[in-house]
């Protein structure tokens, strides 16, 4: 049972972390560390039991992932080759593409080391390997939390419904992107009528350079179309990125009413990066989603990942730079042996 004691801590320290906030990148990181702890532990102990089965068992999980990285690797240049037809050729739209096309590539070259196997490319193999599995490990964590996330009940208080823009079609329409977050935001307000209250409804979003009016404006129009009265909704139309969306809101909702609470409304591959994006600008409310289309979730997933990456760049950086150099330490000391390798 002590083998199990890594897991647990790191499953308490999650457990804490949702209580505290579970608006943290730190609650999805405790939650893969202790599911990672928890499933060494298991094999440590059938491997200590009944050696055989723990060998089987050590094989079977090899096997399972190699296939799960082909399998994945061919998912996402299926998926990149459909969103560059549906969507064009943007570097947003090619992010899946770039994933599957990277997975292959790495696949290459642990075929080439094990088959070459020189010292060289066995540690260049291994560097690899370990950069790829913490990218991995993170990708994971992002993405269970982040469905977990969406999933857990708010408190359904609230004094403002925000509505995040995401740019025009023409310049001028609401795309079905936007109007899935406006009509979401729609049926939020309405449950929160039921209990008594009207909160106001924010759109928010500035005029991006290939825009006719600000984003705020066109989502207000298509709310005023579909019924919602226009006296409960409140523009802001200066912000350009998420961090600018919620701190302008926020400054909002703030003059209105010091004590607020609020609901957010985006997309749902977006809640978990604008949750703690909230969480950073000190907006106090929870994030939900709208549904997004199944060709389109992919890459908008890696998108957010990739822009959580860049947040917290001094971290990962800090990580990358350690691997990196744990590569070139072992490949400096010569290790596997030149008698290891032919």
């Known amino acids: 049972m002590v083998a199990f004691v890594p897991s647990f801590i790191c499953f308490i320290l999650f457990c804490a972390g949702l209580v505290r906030d579970r608006r943290r990148v730190s609650n999805a990181v405790l939650l893969g560390l202790s599911a990672v702890f928890a499933v060494l532990a298991l094999l440590w102990h059938v491997a200590s039991e009944r050696p055989q089965l723990g060998r089987d068992l050590a094989v079977a999980l090899l096997t399972l992932a190699g296939v799960g990285v082909v399998t994945l690797a061919w ?5 990149g080759v459909s969103m560059v037809r549906k969507e064009g050729r943007s570097l947003a739209n090619l992010l899946s593409l770039g994933a599957g096309t990277a997975l292959v590539a790495l696949l290459a070259l642990l075929i080439t080391a ?30 269970v939390y982040g469905s977990l996330y969406g999933r857990l009940r708010i408190r359904r208080r609230a004094d403002y419904v925000v509505v995040l823009g995401s740019g025009l079609t023409g310049g001028t329409t609401v795309p079905p992107l936007l109007a899935g977050r406006l009509d979401r935001a729609r049926k939020e307000h309405a449950r929160l009528s039921r209990r008594g209250r009207r909160p106001v409804l924010i759109t928010s979003g500035g005029q991006g350079p290939d ?19 226009a006296d409960l909704i409140e523009r802001e139309d200066r912000s350009t990125t998420t961090d600018e969306n919620l701190t302008f ?43 997004t289309a199944a060709y389109f979730w992919p890459s908008a997933m890696i998108r957010e990942f990739v ?14 730079l350690l691997v990196l150099l744990s590569g070139l330490f072992i490949w400096w000391l010569g290790w596997p042996s030149p008698g290891a390798v032919t």
Not at 211 to 229: C, I, R, T, W
């Open 249 to 291: 809101s926020k400054a909002l909702m703030e003059r209105g009413n010091p004590d607020y609470r609020c609901v957010i409304v985006t997309n749902n591959y977006h809640v978990f990066r604008a949750a703690i994006t909230a969480r950073r600008t000190g907006v106090r409310g929870h994030v939900i989603g709208a549904p």
């Open 75 to 79: 998912f996402l240049i299926a998926n």
């Open 211 to 229: 825009e006719k009016l600000p984003e705020s404006h066109a989502m207000a129009d298509y709310l005023v179309n579909q019924g919602f009265p």
């Open 307 to 320: 822009a959580l990456l860049v947040a917290y760049r001094r971290t990962n950086a800090a990580l990358f």
């Open 114 to 143: 094990l088959v070459l196997h020189t010292h060289t490319l066995v540690v260049v193999a291994a560097t690899a390997v370990a950069l790829a599995g913490y990218v991995a490990f993170l990708f994971l964590c992002f993405l």
